[in-house]
């Protein structure tokens, strides 16, 4: 089986909210795919669909080219963390990953290989209610690799993890990774996925806004972000915005505009009289390329269009 | 495409299924008994139903009278088929040895019943006879009661009846007797085949029916017999349930043109077989017989049938209502907790296919339930019995096959509600609720079909419609067409036979099933 996941096309929606609009992006093995989004964009539902929980109005996910109810012992194909407190609180952890275990053929030589795998096995006869949030998520991490599969989907795991668990989890997906697993990664901030992510599938209101590898993510943020700054902003706006360029308020007299060299920025602003008091190119952090991607940008750029 | 590779693949396909439920079902047994609460609580529901059981039969005591000291109940008088009956009739009777045969014209029908007192203390005598009092010809093993016998009988309301050994009965020709109408009547042996025919003129006769009495001896009584049973009156009570009341009758019968054949060549002798003793010691309502130009009048007090009052070998099954609660709550909580944890997921992610995944999850219960279930009838069923039977009560006795059917019925009962339980806990999804729902339909109904609650008709109709219907596995002594009795569920008496009952329950179980299945199904986990 190939180790990927297709979304094609996914739209859902819950009652008067679209949900999903048109979600459609690959993840491929070898690499960690970090699925970012502001909370709501949609990536827990499309989470969901993938793994045949929910249900899409129109378009297909798959997961090596099959559909997840129609794999068999599909654990062995993907294994997925979605919630860390999906657990029976008296239920002791190696029982939780038991039955999980046997549910897919397989036994506890295999839940006692995978608690040691997370540094859990002195917690394997522990009630598991009585775990904090950091051992849920591990706990949640052995389930999901309980069938050794070639696709892993982790929904927000560092979520609630301290310093030191957040680090073991970086360390943990990127070996994941590197043994060629197709790993995809959601979290709703930027800086958890930044020394862990190799790709990126950055999402908003149900869609994505970009599809690309950190690197150039950086370079094409930076590359395009001129700050303006102008006392007269509605007016700097509003003529810039017939050009198409992209734009975030970032002071009430400051603009970071994209997508528009700054040559180009000068000429329209004097060709329509409007004055200001600097131009500047600068680099961005990844952080902040995500922030005009998913942020005010993202309403800006809908309402010039 | 050759055919060997097309079977194999056939054949592989269904193989790979069940190995998946196999692992589901694996799966499920394995959530359940890492559950510690759940195996406790499953447990207290077997010793619960064992301990109260118990208990009720230990405080369940009965006694009989002998003249004028209380004695321990002898046990019930067993028939040919080892059921309790009643053998109590007036019998005018001569040995037969070998074949041979009894006609005689029976032209009149006549009683007495005993109603309700008008005024107290006055004796409140009626003429009349009651549905099922019978006089006509016999042919019996012995005198001894219980033994085997067959019959050609005018009824008082049924017409004319052949009926052997006490529960079996075949109608002949309906309407009454009297001396423009005679009935005749005719009964042979031919080896261990009784054979009753009837006639309205003497002339021809219509066989009416045949029984096989195995191992009847040589020499058998022949005869004229009369009895009559109580007179049933049933009450409403002024809270719902009813009453029953049965009261002395007597029946007589005229007989006359009695001719026998084969070797019958002793003398008529008159026997009041299992007649009643007064504390005095003497016969407390006789029977009579008087004969004058070869006609006979046979009077009798009684009941030629089998016994359908008196103490149940079912009866300290009345404790698994308070099991099958625990059982109803396990059941809920084993899917509502994973709706509450959100586990349900994780569930699905394992078994993506969800009506598979709820039927293994259903039958896991299910099994589990039956085994805790099992033991737990068979003891307090038994044990019961037995506790019962040294208290003195005269438990009527039931088929070994009857007392498999009970106790596995029973079981299969908890394992049945437990998944009606399981699958109203996934269409509601809130432990409440489901507990209360399941409660509502399993529970209430025979609660209230067999307290003094609703009239007789309401509980009947109860438990005919709802899952409650399932209990009716439990019902010991069958309903007889051919015995007046107070056949209600407040007596123990079941609407519908005990397999149709469970049935029903089983129906109601598949639907809930079903409408869980679809509802998982369409909505998002």
Redesign the interface.
């Known amino acids: 089986m190939q180790a990927t996941i297709e979304v094609n096309g996914l739209r859902k929606r819950f009652g008067q909210t679209l949900a999903l609009d048109g979600m459609s992006f690959t993840v491929l093995p070898g690499q960690v795919t970090g699925f970012v989004g502001p909370n709501g964009a949609g990536k827990s539902t499309t989470m969901r669909v993938i793994l045949g929980l929910d249900a899409a109005d129109e378009g297909h996910a798959l997961i090596g080219g099959r559909p997840y109810t129609s794999l068999r012992n599909p654990l062995t194909h993907v294994g997925a963390l979605l919630d860390a407190g999906a657990l029976q609180p008296s239920r002791t952890a190696r029982n939780h990953l038991l039955w999980l275990a046997h549910s897919q053929g397989l036994d506890g030589r295999r839940v006692d290989g995978v608690l040691e795998q997370v540094g859990m096995q002195s917690a394997g006869r522990r009630k598991a209610g009585g775990f904090s949030l950091g051992m849920r998520q591990r706990l949640g991490i052995a389930a999901a690799l309980l069938g050794d599969p070639p696709v892993l989907m982790l929904d927000e795991p560092v979520n609630g993890l301290d310093p030191e668990g957040i680090v073991w989890m970086r360390g943990f997906l990127r070996a994941l990774a590197g043994e060629g697993r197709a790993v995809l990664v959601s979290s709703h901030l930027m800086s958890e996925l930044e020394d862990t992510a190799d790709h990126l599938v950055v999402v908003g209101k149900g869609r994505v806004i970009a599809d690309t590898s950190v690197a150039d993510l950086i370079t094409t943020a930076s590359r395009g972000q001129v700050t303006l700054r102008t006392a007269a902003r509605s007016e700097a706006m509003s003529v810039l915005g017939h050009t198409g360029a992209t734009m975030a308020v970032t002071d009430p007299d400051t603009i970071v505009v994209s997508g528009l060299p700054s040559e180009r920025i000068v000429a329209v602003l004097n060709a329509n009289g409007v004055p200001f008091s600097e131009v500047a190119t600068h680099r961005v952090t990844l952080e902040q390329a995500y922030m005009d991607l998913t942020g005010d940008a993202v309403e800006y750029r809908g309402a010039a269009r | 495409m050759s055919a060997i590779s097309q079977r194999s693949a056939h054949r592989s396909e269904p193989q790979?299924g069940r190995?998946?439920f196999g692992?589901?079902l694996?799966?499920?047994w394995?959530?359940f008994r890492?559950?510690?609460?759940w195996v406790v609580a499953m447990t207290a529901a077997a010793l619960v139903t064992v301990l109260l059981g118990l208990m009720s039969a230990s405080s369940n005591h009965g006694s009989c009278s002998s003249g004028p000291v209380e004695v321990a109940c002898p046990p019930p008088l067993v028939g040919p088929g080892g059921e309790a009956v009643d053998d109590k009739f007036y019998f005018v009777h001569r040995p037969l040895a070998g074949d041979g045969s009894i006609t005689a014209r029976l032209t009149s029908m006549t009683g007495q019943i005993r109603k309700p007192d008008v005024t107290p203390g006055q004796r409140n005598v009626v003429p009349g006879v009651v549905p099922w009092a019978k006089a006509g010809v016999m042919i019996k093993e012995s005198t001894k009661q219980g033994s085997a016998y067959a019959a050609m009988m005018m009824t008082g309301e049924h017409g004319v009846r052949m009926q052997h050994n006490f529960t079996h009965d075949v109608a002949g020709r309906p309407g009454g007797v009297s001396r423009q109408s005679p009935r005749w009547l005719r009964l042979t042996r031919a080896g261990d085949t009784l054979t009753g025919y009837e006639s309205a003129d003497g002339t021809n006769w219509t066989q009416i029916g045949t029984a096989t009495l195995a191992g009847l001896p040589q020499t058998v009584q022949i005869g004229m017999f009369a009895t009559s049973p109580g007179d049933l009156t049933v009450t409403q009570g002024d809270l719902g349930g009813s009453i029953a009341a049965s009261r002395f009758t007597e029946a007589t019968g005229e007989f006359d043109q009695v001719t026998l054949q084969g070797n019958a060549s002793g003398a008529w002798r008159d026997d009041d077989i299992g007649v009643s003793i007064a504390p005095d010691g003497s016969e407390h309502h006789p029977g009579r017989a008087s004969q004058s130009d070869g006609a006979f009048s046979v009077t009798g007090v009684g009941d030629i049938a089998p016994t359908i009052e008196g103490p149940t070998a079912e009866r300290p099954l009345s404790s698994a209502l308070t099991g099958l609660i625990l059982v109803i709550v396990v059941a809920v909580m084993f899917i509502t907790?994973?709706y509450r944890?959100?586990?349900i997921?994780?569930t699905?992610?394992?078994?993506?296919?969800r009506g598979r995944m709820l039927t293994a999850k259903a039958l896991a219960l299910g099994l589990v339930t039956f085994a805790a279930a099992l033991p737990a009838t068979a003891i307090t069923f038994t044990i019961g019995g037995r506790i019962l039977r040294d208290n003195g009560n005269a438990v009527l006795p039931v088929s070994l096959l009857t007392q498999v059917r009970i106790v596995v019925g029973m079981a299969a009962l908890f394992a049945l509600a437990a998944v009606l339980a399981l699958a109203l806990g996934t269409l509601l999804r809130r432990s409440v609720a489901a507990v209360i729902t399941a409660i509502a339909v399993i529970v209430v109904p025979h609660v209230l079909a067999t307290t003094s609650v609703l009239p007789d008709s309401a509980a009947r109709w109860l438990l005919r419609v709802t899952p409650a219907a399932g209990f009716a596995t439990q019902q010991s002594i069958p309903e007889y067409a051919h015995v007046l009795g107070h056949y209600a569920p407040i007596a123990g008496f079941y609407p519908l036979p005990p397999l149709a009952g469970l049935a029903v329950l089983a129906g109601y179980t598949a639907l809930a099933l079903g409408l869980a299945v679809f509802q998982l199904r369409r909505r998002?986990?």
Do not use: Y
């Open positions: 790979a190995e998946g692992r589901l694996r799966a499920e394995i959530k890492t559950v510690r609460g907790t994973e944890h959100g586990l997921r994780l699905l992610l394992a078994g993506p296919r998002d986990a």
